[in-house]
């Protein structure tokens, strides 16, 4: 099933609320001995970005952290991928975005 990572990563940028998430598909290397044992096989690594302008554009780290999936980052769906994205950053389900894919 293809989705917003096949490349990898992407960038989603949340406009009306000024933030830019950058999230990347995991390298497996994060999953602890109690994830797995949990049921956790995959993650996304994100960090949330607020753009702001002095004199030129800067990126002001915002947050970040990791989402775990108990299902493949390949098996899932943009949506299912966006909405976990959504609710690690702290957005509402309904913040309308825009995809880019790296």
Known sequence: ?????????????????GL??????????????????????????????RPTIVFDIELEEVDGGMAMFKKYISDLTDETLISALKQEAGLSPDAAYTVINA
């Not at 960038?11 to 009306?16: A, N, P, Y």
Request: proline residues 0%; charged residues 25%.
């Open 1 to 17: 099933m293809a989705n917003i990572f096949d490349k990898g990563e992407a960038l989603l940028v949340f406009s009306e609320k």
């Open 20 to 49: 830019i998430v950058h999230a990347q598909s995991g390298t497996g290397d994060n999953l602890l001995r109690e994830d797995l044992k949990a049921g956790y096989v995959d993650y996304i690594d994100w960090t949330s970005y």
